[in-house]
């Protein structure tokens, strides 16, 4: 979204990497990412269960579970997408894995899927935290207000 984007301002961008309805990560029912302890971020209930890179960068961290990665821009902002709450109890079941530690991705590649009704049937919230894990490197991070986003839409914004 051109209009978001010249809203947010300029510096490095960071795009949703689901489709869903992004929300304050006040909203998190989890205290480390509420009280932002992990980093600076937002949260999106996500609608679709495909997860795709905020960003150009490199994968730095894929958990075994599948339910979550990060990804390591070229600005070196280190990006956190954390599918669910818990979901790490559910041992990989429902998550599919498309990259690897270390492999170079583009914005809007594939990372992982998740089956969220079954992810929801099991119990689990599958609202999905994306963190800065470094914001403390950022002078100013500009979030996106909230509302519907599309996959790729810029949520974030960081400046030096």
Same mark, same amino acid.
């Given at each position: &979204?051109?209009?978001? /984007?010249?809203?947010?301002? /300029? $510096?490095?961008?960071?795009?949703?990497?689901?489709?869903?309805?992004? %929300?304050?990560?006040?909203? %998190?029912?989890? !205290? +480390?990412?509420?009280? @932002?302890?992990?980093? =600076?971020? %937002? #949260?999106?209930?996500?609608?679709?269960?495909?997860?795709? #890179?905020?960003?150009?960068?490199?994968? #730095?961290?894929?958990?075994?579970?599948?339910?979550?990665?990060?990804?390591?821009?070229? @600005? &070196?902002?280190?990006?956190?997408?954390?599918?669910?709450? !818990?979901?790490?109890?559910?041992?990989?079941?429902?998550? =599919?894995?498309?990259? @690897?530690?270390?492999?170079?991705?583009?914005?809007?590649?594939?990372?992982?899927? #998740?089956?969220?009704?079954?992810?929801?049937?099991?119990?689990?919230? =599958?609202?999905?935290?994306?963190?800065?894990?470094?914001?403390?490197?950022?002078? /100013?991070?500009?979030?996106?207000?909230?509302?519907?986003?599309?996959? $790729?839409? %810029?949520? &974030? +914004?960081?400046? /030096?």
């Amino acid at each position: &979204m051109k209009i978001l /984007k010249n809203l947010l301002g /300029k $510096g490095s961008t960071i795009g949703a990497p689901a489709a869903g309805e992004l %929300v304050s990560i006040r909203e %998190v029912n989890d !205290d +480390t990412f509420r009280e @932002e302890i992990l980093g =600076t971020g %937002v #949260a999106i209930r996500p609608t679709e269960g495909k997860f795709y #890179a905020p960003a150009d960068g490199t994968v #730095a961290t894929v958990f075994p579970t599948g339910h979550a990665a990060a990804v390591t821009t070229q @600005e &070196m902002a280190e990006v956190l997408i954390h599918i669910g709450l !818990d979901t790490v109890k559910l041992n990989g079941r429902y998550f =599919t894995i498309h990259v @690897e530690e270390g492999q170079q991705v583009k914005k809007g590649d594939l990372l992982l899927e #998740a089956d969220l009704e079954k992810i929801r049937g099991e119990g689990y919230d =599958t609202i999905t935290p994306v963190v800065i894990c470094n914001s403390d490197r950022f002078a /100013k991070i500009t979030l996106a207000q909230n509302g519907p986003v599309a996959q $790729g839409d %810029v949520i &974030m +914004t960081l400046g /030096k």
